[in-house]
């Protein structure tokens, strides 16, 4: 996960999911980690109480705010997005970019870029399905290849510059266009 640990974001699902996967026997071992938030903030302290109370410093890692976080995303096997809500959540892009398969839930924007090709889309909050996922993904290195090369052309076929920039243009030039011939007004 990446993040600032609000939440929005779902810190106490991750905390949850640390916890279903410690349990289960099938997990085998599995170190979570989460990158983002200030190390002094009341948010991050109370993540990091949460990994203490819940017995989960052998497996949880917590990485506040970094400058560049993608040398840490690149050590990931899997990407889990435990967002609650977020709109477009850019970590989600990033984690694709680096060929990384996503598992997330259906509240937010996620969902709308890894559809069925590029990670595993859970209905609801439900983090024993994460859970679930995330071993699916572990305990099959051609899946999470397979996944994180449709993310990775997915991300760059969408929202690379070259790409985004052109389309974003045209919106905004029919949109003014448009909104001046509303008003009589030529160009």
Known sequence: MVGTPSPRKGPDLFLELGVTMRDSAESGRVVLLWIGGIRDSPKFQQLSEGVQRFGLSEMVRLIPSVDDPWPLMDLLDVFVLTSREDPFPLACLEAAALGKPVVCFDSGGAKEFVEEDCGIVLHGLDVEAMASAVRLLLSSQELRRR????????????????VGAPALYAVLSRTLTSGFEARGVRQ
């Open 147 to 162: 996944f994180g090369e449709a993310a990775r052309r997915k991300v760059r076929g969408r929202h690379d510059i070259a």
